[in-house]
């Protein structure tokens, strides 16, 4: 098979390269946090960025290994790696704590596969998540507190 691109279109896959390695653990400034099922394929495409017109995107380190350069990391992906983490970040805590306040009022865990919840549960949660978001979207963090030992 032969696959063919232009410099911008390869320099957008070093993108996706860069953005996809990112969600799953790898991190520019610590090479050692490349997650061995991509790491082969992760310098191949890095490797290949000089043949296609993008050997500014790309950085070698002393044991000859390719990683993204900060003119491929910043800018839009840092920007979309930015957007992402904020928006993991807001649905996890209204998830969360959503699920928390209906374990309190059901006095029972609310996560587990052998019993779903019910459909009356999941409007429940969806009423409480929906509040969290109301009160995040107008108040960020400012409004949330951790009560050291528990409730207050």
């Known amino acids: 098979m032969k696959v063919s691109f232009t410099a911008k279109e390869y320099a957008r896959l070093l993108e996706l390269a ?6 799953a653990g790898a991190r520019p400034d610590d ?5 061995a099922r ?5 310098e191949k495409a890095f ?3 000089e043949t296609f017109g993008c050997a500014d995107l790309v950085e070698t380190d002393v044991n000859g290994q390719h990683y993204a350069a900060e003119k491929l ?6 920007k979309v790696l930015t957007d992402f983490t904020a928006d993991v970040f807001w649905n996890e805590l209204a998830v969360r704590l959503a699920e ?7 006095g029972q865990p609310v996560r587990d596969e052998r019993n779903p919840f019910t459909e009356a549960q999941e409007e429940r949660l969806r009423l409480i998540e929906e509040t969290y978001w109301r009160e995040f979207e ?7 507190f951790v009560l050291r030992g528990g409730q207050g």
């Open 31 to 35: 090479p050692g946090t490349m997650p």
């Open 18 to 23: 860069h953005l996809g390695l990112w969600v």
């Open 138 to 144: 107008a108040h960020g963090t400012d409004h949330v």
């Open 100 to 106: 928390r306040d209906l374990q309190a009022e059901l």
């Open 47 to 49: 490797g290949l960025a």
């Open 73 to 78: 990391t910043s800018g839009p992906p840092e």
């Open 38 to 42: 991509y790491a082969d394929v992760a």
